[in-house]
């Protein structure tokens, strides 16, 4: 072998596990930010189960039903947020999106 050759051959396993770290970390960065919406549904009542027009809708708080990217909140997601992701009395008694319905009447509670 070449020197260059020999050179770069000793450093291909180095390159793989680098590599493998990197993807190792993404996968660490990006799994909690996928599951902390799912977190908030275990908070309210029934939040795994919410319906809009008859579709499921995993991302209570926001203007569409999967949450993949940054999305704008929805009346009740501001709500949410402005009641530090806690379902209280108050937040369970109050008519976020002016539907009429209270939001725990929406969420069953």
Same mark, same amino acid.
């Given at each position: ?20 770290? /990197?993807?190792?970390? @993404?996968?660490?960065? =990006?799994?909690?930010? %996928? ?7 275990? *908070?309210? #009542? ?5 319906? /809009?027009?008859?579709? @499921?809708?995993?991302? =209570?708080?926001?203007? %569409? ?7 704008? *909140?929805? #009346? ?34």
């Amino acid at each position: 072998l070449s020197p260059a050759v020999f050179a770069a051959s000793r450093r291909r396993p180095a390159m793989v596990a680098k590599a493998w770290r /990197r993807a190792a970390l @993404a996968l660490a960065v =990006v799994e909690p930010l %996928v599951e902390c919406y799912e977190y908030f549904q275990l *908070y309210m #009542p029934n939040g795994a189960n919410v319906m /809009r027009n008859g579709v @499921a809708w995993p991302a =209570v708080g926001h203007t %569409v039903a999967v949450h993949t990217e940054p999305t704008p *909140y929805n #009346p009740f997601g501001l709500a949410w947020t402005a009641n530090a992701y806690t379902w209280t009395k108050a937040l369970c008694n109050a008519d976020s999106d002016g539907d009429g319905l209270t939001n725990g009447m929406e969420l069953g509670d």
